[in-house]
Structure formats: C-alpha cells, structure tokens
C-alpha cells in the first residue's frame, strides 16, 4: 500500500465507531426533513404576504421578514440540529459513508409533505423518489469497499479552494445576467454544489483539528466554509419560494453528496487504489440519482400547474 494511503479507520478520532457515525447521520436526516418543511412554510407566507410575483430571488426585505417568522425560525433551529448531527457524524465515520445518508431526510419529506399540503403522492413521483435512493445507494455503497482516507496536504486544500471560487464566481455571474429566467432546479442544483464544499471542509477541518494543524489555510478553509453556507443558504430559501420542500431535499440530498465524494475521490484521491469498473458504476448511480431529481420536479411542475387549472375552473363556475 502506497505510504500516503491510510485504511479509512485509521485516520478517524473515534476508532471503530462507523455505526456510531451512521446513527447520528440518519438522526440529522429526520431534523433536516422537518426543519426543510417548517421553513419552507415560512417562506411561503412571506411570498404571500410580502411578494411581487417574480420569482428572481428573494428581496433583502424579505428576507429580514424570514428572520422574524415562526415557522421559519423553527425550520432554523432544526436545521441547525441537523447541521450540528451532520458535524458530529463526521468526526465518527468518513464522508464516503454518512454524507449521503442525508437522502433518508428525502423520504420523510416527501411523506411530511404529502400530508401538509393534501397532496397524495403520485406514482410518478414515488418512482422519482426511488430513484434518488437507489442511485444514491449504490454510489456509496461501491464507495465504502472502495474508497481509502488520503493524508490530506496543502496543495490538496488549494486545490479545493480554488475549485470552489471558480464554481462561485460562475453562480454569481449566472444568477445576476440570468436570475429571471430561473427555476427551482438552478437553486436547488447551486445550493447542492455549495454544500457539497461545505461538507469537503467541514471534514478537512475536523481532521485537521483532530491532528493539530490549525494553520492559516485552515483558517482559510473556516472562512471558505462560512462563505460557502451562506450562500447555499440563500439559494434554498429562495428554492423554497418556488419549489416544494420534497423537490429541494431530493436536490439536496443526491447534488450535495455526490459533490462531496467526488472531491474526496478525485482531489483527495480516496479511490486511488479503486478498480476501473467502480467508475462506470459511479456515473451510472449519479445518472440515476440525477435523474430521479429531474423527474420529481417534473412530476411536482405538472401537479402545480393541474392545481392552478383546477383553481381557475373553480373561479370560473
């Protein structure tokens, strides 16, 4: 085995804790799928109340509105509860492995939401869903046989930075010439790329803490951090004033990881050692994946749009 190359277990601070790490995971997904439908409910009373009808981004005014809802303070503190399970998780078991297990948010979204707006899930939808899970499933799970936690050096830490800069200064220069035409799926697939940073170096800078290199790039990769949520978070706010919460977790929870592993697999080189064939099988389950989020907002663009018909036909007798 290459020198550089360490067995995943042992590179983490709880030895022999995975299932630990698992656990806390899929207890931050049931935080995230109830905190993504209360702030959803949030932002959906302010569009109401305080809205233009152009879905270009949310104002600064309505998002100081946000800050003093209820709903969306409580979808807050649960969000925060996921991030900080999310966090902890990290410091038990490697990305590869409890990163993704956020996609569980995806199911319990999907039946919260069902049930709050009265909407049975369709079919479709369901298959959409399936889709997410499966895809999701089979990447990592090829990627937990696979995979191997790398030293992580500077010129690794660089690399990510700058990566992420060019992926920024590419979002920001689409959102400010483009915004107008947007939908859903360019906020959802915006914050899905950012938090898949987010979570890149959330990890980097736990190692690197738990190792004692607490050094100016690491203080870079704090601020980076920082950055990065913020503006992932403003997108999935303003994902939530056009899109349904199912619709902005299934986005989430199959762009993020797969962003996430694949900065670990290509920048980090955790499958350096993996058989050619788990590529194919990669991009075949991120296809899946991918797909499945596309045919849910499908799926959800034509409920809408036999809502909004059903509403006129209604007016109109």
């Known amino acids: 085995m290459p020198p550089d190359l360490i067995p995943i277990d042992t590179v983490q601070f709880f030895h022999g804790s995975t299932p630990v790490g698992i656990a806390i995971a899929l207890v931050g997904g049931f935080f995230l799928a109830l905190g993504a439908q209360f702030q959803h409910r949030g932002v959906v009373v302010v569009e109401e109340r305080h809205g233009s009808g152009h879905k270009a981004g949310l104002s600064i005014p309505q998002l100081w509105r946000l800050l003093r809802s209820p709903w ?39 039946v919260v939401n069902a049930r709050v707006s009265h909407v049975k899930l369709t079919r479709d939808a369901v298959r959409a869903i399936t889709f997410c899970v499966v895809g999701i499933a089979i990447f990592v799970t090829v990627a937990a046989f696979v995979a191997q936690e790398t030293l992580i050096r500077e010129k690794q830490l660089i690399i990510i930075l700058v990566i992420m800069g060019v992926v920024v200064v590419l979002l920001g220069v689409a959102f400010g010439l483009l915004r107008k035409r947007f ?135």
Request: glycine share 8%; with cysteine.
């Open 72 to 110: 969306w303070a409580l979808g807050s503190l649960l969000l925060g509860l996921a991030i900080l399970c999310q966090l902890t998780s990290l410091g038990f078991a490697p990305i590869i492995v409890v990163q993704p297990l956020g996609v569980v948010a995806l199911v319990i979204t999907s």
């Open 183 to 317: 939908t859903a799926i360019f906020y959802i697939l915006s914050a899905g790329l950012l938090y898949g940073f987010v979570a890149t170096l959330a990890k980097v800078v736990i190692n690197r803490l738990l190792n004692g290199n607490f050094e100016w790039l690491t203080v870079g990769c704090v601020v980076a951090l920082i950055a990065a949520a913020a503006l992932g978070a403003y997108f999935v706010q303003t994902a939530y004033s056009v899109g349904s919460p199912d619709l902005v977790i299934a986005g989430l929870t199959v762009v993020d990881p797969l962003v996430a592993v694949s900065i670990g697999v290509i920048v980090l080189g955790e499958a350096a050692e993996a058989p050619l064939w788990t590529v194919f099988v990669w991009i075949a389950a991120a296809a899946i994946a991918v797909y499945g989020v596309f045919q849910l907002a499908k799926t959800r663009a034509a409920q809408v749009a036999a809502a909004q018909a059903e509403a006129a036909r209604l007016g109109r007798a």
